[in-house]
Structure formats: structure tokens, C-alpha cells
């Protein structure tokens, strides 16, 4: 199942993933959600949430999922990951070398770091390192 979290807004866009993705999942939630948001903003931030009873995607899942970064892969400012498993962190370095956006991985002790990345607050952004004395 896939959640719209109630951070969702604006440019926003924060989903839970629990037990199996499927197809419907995307087309009737993601979708919809994604095109809307995207309609109003000319880029989208994303933070998905893989929780710990997340068992994987269905292969209808999968396919609507390529179709999607393949149509959209230049239309995102930043993606957050967050969950706990191995596939989490090799799955953000390669959305990272597909979409055009910032995508980064965070444990789910760290949510709360991953959605002040996705809107551009926090000490980790690179302009605050970068120039630290700017503000």
C-alpha cells in the first residue's frame, strides 16, 4: 500500500510505502498526485518512506514505476529515501545517476532530517556549507 502523508504540500510530495507496491498503487495514488503537483510547480520534491513491514514491489509495480522515471526523470528538485534496508541505499545512487534532481538516502531515525532536505532547510544544504556566512 502507498500513503499520502499529511506533509504533503506544495511542491511536496511525501509517501509511506508499507507491505506490496502495486500497480494501482501508482495509478490511482502516485499518479494523480504527481501530475497535480506537477501541473502547479515546475519541479517536484519527493520523500518516500519505506517502513519496516514494506514486503516489495508486485511486477505490475515495477513496470508502471520504469514508465514513470523514464516520462520523468527531469522533473524533480530533490528525492529522499528513507528506510532501513541495504536495497534503500543502492536504490537512491542509482535514481541519483538516472534523474536530473538531488536524490539522497536516509535511515528512518533520520525522517525528520530527510524532509527538511526536501524543502531546502537544514544545515546539510550545500549552499549553507558552501557559505556559511550567508543568510
Known sequence: MLYVLPETTGDIIVLQANGTLTAEDYTQTFLPLFEHVKNT???????ITFAPDFEGF???ALWEDAKFGAKHANDFHRVAIVGDAKWTDWMSKLADILMQGEVRHYKMTQLLEALRWINDEGEDDEDNRLYPFNG
Open 41 to 47: 510547480h515546475p519541479e517536484v520534491r519527493l520523500l
Open 58 to 60: 508486485e511486477t505490475g
